[in-house]
């Protein structure tokens, strides 16, 4: 896993690239088989009616999930508490700025799909363009210092459960797939 120090937090992130190609898929037949029997939750991503959030239990539920979770302890030797999906599928989606608590340790965010075919090295920018679908990590201190995070295929993030953030605004007609979770123990770096 690589380690960047972003503000004064630790964010890992790790690109698991084609290998993940056959999780992907499955993850979101999972995902889109989910939205379709249950309704959203009231969470970060539901308070606007272009997206969908499911309940924290997909790792419980789902064997792609859990697969998700083996490759995340095996990298980053943490252990998955629960998970969730979170679908943007239409123009205007977002999720509101939120942490996910003091506690436990970490959270973190993997996506199984890409919003376009476009790739490069840099997975972490200073620079917020308004591009559409962005993680956004915002520092605490100030609102003018922002680490954004395009959303890659196989792309996994994992930052501290207090650290405050959000998805820029959908503009598009993409559906924008992720999995957000918390995790325990500490990370080995």
């Given at each position: 896993m690589?380690l ?7 964010v890992?992130?790790?690109?698991f690239?084609?290998?993940?190609k ?6 979101i037949k ?5 939205m379709?029997?249950?309704k959203t939750?009231l ?7 272009c997206?969908?959030?499911s309940d924290?239990k997909?790792n419980k539920?789902y064997d ?12 980053s030797?943490?252990?998955?508490i629960?998970?969730?999906a ?6 205007g989606?977002?999720?509101i700025?939120?942490t996910?608590?003091?506690?436990p340790?970490y959270?973190?965010v993997?996506?199984p799909h890409?919003?376009?075919?476009e ?11 308004q591009d559409?679908?962005?993680?956004v990590l ?5 609102v003018n210092?922002?680490r954004?995070?395009?959303p890659?295929?196989?792309l ?12 820029a605004?959908?503009v ?5 797939y992720?999995?957000s979770?918390?995790l325990y ?5």
């Open positions: 690589k960047e120090k972003q503000f004064y937090t630790s890992f992130t790790k690109n690239g084609d290998s993940n056959e999780l992907n898929q499955r993850l999972d995902i889109d088989h989910e379709s029997i249950n939750e969470r970060s991503f539901s308070h606007n009616e997206a969908w959030q924290t997909l539920k792609s999930f859990k697969e998700l979770g083996d490759l995340i302890k095996e990298c030797h943490l252990s998955m629960m998970a969730w979170n679908v943007i599928f239409r123009p989606g977002f999720s700025p939120h996910h608590g003091e506690k340790n959270t973190g993997y996506f890409s919003l376009d075919d790739y490069d090295d840099t997975v972490i920018s200073t620079k917020w363009n559409e679908g962005t993680l915002l520092d605490k201190t100030s210092r922002v954004v995070i395009k890659r295929e196989s996994l993030v994992l930052f501290p459960c207090s650290q405050p953030h959000m998805v605004p959908m598009s007609n993409k559906k924008r992720s999995i979770f918390q123990n500490k990370i080995n770096t």
